[in-house]
C-alpha cells in the first residue's frame, strides 16, 4: 500500500502551503516508508508516500506520461498491467510500475478507463492541459479513499482520514466503484455489475468453475518484486488462499526472487483455535510458517494506536483489528512487505453464522449483497490499515471482481445452509475444493465450522476487552451517553470506550459520520436481524452471538452429492 494526498484548486500556491501538505503527507508516510514524492503547480498538490511492491527500483510517484502533462498518484497494485500496455503500443513507459499504465489510458481514453483496471487502487489524475483532474476507487473498495472540500474552494483527496480532517469543511468516504470528476464537480459510478441492482440470479452451480476462477484471482495476486506471505488463520478462507498460492507458487517471477517455498503467518492468543488449526495447515501445505503470540494485555496496551490507524470506533472492527495490527508488526520486522489474506469471502458466499437463519433465497441474496456494499467500511478498512500501519500490503483474491462476478451469478439456493443434505455455511466452495485425488486441504480444515477473527484468536480476548471498557466507563457515563454522542449512540461500554478514544483523534462531525451504526447480531446487518425475533435482545458483534449456532453439533457428511435443490 501507499500513502497518496491532494490538493485541487487550491488558491494559495506559496511555499507555506507546501511545506503544509508535506507535513500532513508524513502522517501516511506508515503507508509507504521506502520514498516520498510532491508535484506543485499552479495551485495543485499531489502528494505520495510509496511502498514500493513492483518495481522498487524505478517505481517512485507520482507518475507522468511522456511530456509530463498527465500527473497521477497511485496507491494500490493493477494485476493486469502488462496486458495493457500491450494495447498501449505508441505509448513510452519509464517505469516498470503497474500504475504507470493509468496516465497512458488517460490519454487514450479519457474518464472512460477505469474499468479496464483489474486490481485494487485509488488514484488521483492531473490534466495540467485545463488543470482538469478525476478521481477513481476500486469496485469494493479494497483501498481506502477519502474526499473533502475546503473552505478556500480546494478539493481535498487522501488514502486516510489523517491527511485531510485538520483542514476541510466537511469530508466523507469515497464511494467504491466511483470516479469523481472535477469537470462535473460530482461522482459517477464506473463498477455496476449485474448483482448490484441485487436481482436473484439463477445460473447452476458449477464447481469446476468455481475452484478455476478463485486460483485465478490468488494466481494474479503473486505478482511482487518483494518478500511476501499468506495470512493464515486455519480456517476455510485464509487455508485455500494458502493452499492455491502454494501450489502455483513454483514458477513465478516471486519463486525466482524469493524460493518456491511459501511463508504462513498466524497470531493469536496462547493456545488459541486460530493457532492450533494454523499450524496444521502450514504442516500439510509445508509452509515456513511464523506463529506470533499476543497477550490481551498486549491487545489492550495497543488499542489506542490500533483506533488511530484504523479510523473507526466499530467495535467488530476493533476487536478484529488489534491482533491483525500487532501481527503486521511482526510480519514487516521479518522483512516482509506484503502479505496474502482471505477477507471477503464470508460476504459472498454467506459464510457468517447468522446466515443459518435466512428465511428463503431472496434474502439470503440479498444480504450478501449488502455485505459486499458495506465491506469497505469493515473486513477491507481493517485489512488494510491494520497492515498499512506497519507498512505490509494485503492482498485479497477473494474481492476479486471477476470472481465475484462468478459467485454473485449462482443461484442462491445453492449458498444455503441446509443441514438435511448436509450443507454447512460456504459449502458450494468447500465442495469446489473437495477433491479427493489432489486435496487442498485435509477434510476436517475443508469442513472446519466458521470462527470469527476476533473469536478464533482467542475467546478470551472479546472478555479481556469488555473488562477493559468497564473499568474506564461508568454507569452514569453510559446513562448519558445519547447526549453526549447523539449520532451512533454507543450501546455498551465497549462501543462508549472505543468513541472517546476515536474523538481523542478525529473529533470532527464529518469523521464521526464515516462510521457505520446500525444494531448488529454476529456481524449482521440490521435488516437481517429481522430473520430471528430473539436477536434484537441479544446484538452483539462476535460470532458467539449467533444463539445457538456456533455451539451446535450437527454431523457433517464430507462428501455429499451435488444436488440442484
Not at 6 to 33: F, I
Not at 102 to 117: D, K, P, R, S, T
Not at 372 to 392: M, P, Q
Request: proline residues 5%; contains cysteine; glycine residues 6%.
Amino acid at each position: 500500500m501507499c500513502g497518496i494526498l491532494a490538493v485541487l484548486g487550491c488558491s494559495d500556491d506559496s511555499q507555506t502551503k507546501r511545506a503544509r501538505v508535506l507535513e500532513l503527507s508524513r502522517r501516511l508516510k506508515h503507508r509507504g516508508p521506502d520514498w516520498s514524492g510532491l508535484y506543485q503547480r499552479d495551485g495543485c498538490f499531489i502528494a505520495h508516500q510509496r511502498l514500493a511492491i513492483v518495481d522498487p527500483a524505478s517505481g517512485d510517484q507520482p507518475l507522468y506520461n511522456e511530456d509530463k502533462t498527465i500527473v497521477v498518484a497511485v496507491n494500490g497494485e493493477i494485476y493486469n498491467h502488462e496486458d495493457l500496455r500491450s494495447h498501449l503500443p505508441r505509448h513510452k513507459f519509464k517505469t516498470g510500475s503497474d500504475c504507470e499504465v493509468i496516465a497512458h489510458l488517460y490519454e487514450e481514453y479519457g474518464e472512460n478507463f477505469v474499468n479496464m483496471l483489474d486490481g485494487m487502487f485509488s488514484f488521483v489524475l492531473l490534466d495540467t492541459h485545463d488543470n482538469s483532474f478525476i478521481s477513481a476507487r476500486d469496485a469494493i473498495g479494497i483501498t481506502p479513499l477519502y474526499i473533502g472540500w475546503a473552505l478556500d474552494g480546494s478539493v481535498w483527496v487522501s488514502s486516510e482520514l489523517k491527511g485531510l480532517n485538520d483542514e476541510c469543511e466537511h469530508f466523507e468516504v469515497f464511494p467504491p466503484g466511483h470516479l469523481f470528476s472535477s469537470k462535473t464537480g460530482g461522482f459517477k459510478r464506473w463498477y455496476n455489475p449485474p448483482w448490484f441492482n441485487e436481482t436473484i440470479p439463477s445460473a447452476p452451480y458449477d464447481p469446476i468453475a468455481l475452484r478455476h476462477a478463485l486460483e485465478s484471482a490468488v494466481i494474479k495476486r503473486l505478482m511482487t518484486d518483494v518478500p511476501f506471505g499468506v495470512l493464515l488463520s486455519g480456517g476455510l478462507d485464509s487455508s485455500l488462499v494458502a493452499s492455491i498460492a502454494a501450489r502455483h507458487l513454483s514458477g513465478t517471477k516471486a519463486a525466482k526472487l524469493w524460493g518456491a517455498q511459501l511463508h504462513s503467518f498466524s497470531v493469536g492468543l496462547e493456545g488459541s483455535p486460530d493457532l492450533k488449526a494454523a499450524a496444521e495447515v502450514a504442516d500439510c501445505l509445508g509452509t515456513v510458517h511464523h506463529e506470533f503470540h499476543f497477550s490481551v494485555q498486549d491487545g489492550i496496551d495497543a488499542i489506542e494506536d490500533v483506533i488511530y490507524h484504523i479510523e473507526t470506533y466499530d467495535v467488530t472492527t476493533v476487536r478484529a483489528s488489534t491482533p491483525m495490527f500487532l501481527m503486521a508488526r511482526k510480519i514487516k520486522s521479518l522483512g516482509v512487505k506484503m502479505v496474502i489474506s482471505g477477507e471477503g469471502a464470508d460476504e459472498i458466499f454467506g459464510g457468517y453464522l447468522y446466515f443459518h437463519k435466512a428465511p428463503n433465497k431472496e434474502e439470503f441474496h440479498r444480504e450478501t449483497c449488502r455485505k459486499i456494499k458495506a465491506i469497505h467500511l469493515y473486513d477491507c478498512l481493517r485489512a488494510n490499515k491494520s497492515t498499512s500501519a506497519w507498512g505490509v500490503e494485503a492482498r485479497v483474491p477473494f474481492l476479486d471482481k471477476e470472481f465475484i462476478n462468478v459467485v454473485m451469478s449462482i443461484d442462491p439456493e445453492m449458498k444455503m445452509i441446509d443441514t438435511e443434505k448436509n450443507r454447512i455455511e460456504k459449502w458450494i466452495l468447500r465442495k469446489a475444493f473437495d477433491d479427493e485425488d489432489h486435496p487442498y486441504l485435509p477434510k476436517h480444515i475443508l469442513y472446519r465450522q466458521k470462527e470469527q477473527f476476533s473469536d478464533g484468536v482467542g475467546y478470551s480476548w472479546i472478555d479481556g476487552l469488555k473488562d477493559h471498557a468497564e473499568l474506564h466507563v461508568t454507569d452514569k457515563m453510559m446513562l448519558n451517553a445519547s447526549h453526549i454522542y447523539p449520532h451512533n449512540t454507543p450501546q455498551t461500554k465497549e462501543a462508549y470506550y472505543y468513541r472517546m478514544t476515536f474523538e481523542q483523534f478525529f473529533p470532527q462531525n464529518s469523521a464521526i459520520l464515516t462510521v457505520p451504526g446500525g444494531a448488529s447480531v454476529a456481524c449482521s446487518t440490521a435488516k437481517a436481524i429481522e430473520w430471528d425475533a430473539a436477536w434484537s435482545n441479544h446484538l452483539d458483534p462476535s460470532g458467539r452471538a449467533a444463539l445457538g449456532v456456533h455451539d451446535s453439533a450437527y454431523e457433517v457428511n464430507h462428501r455429499p452429492e451435488v444436488s440442484a435443490t
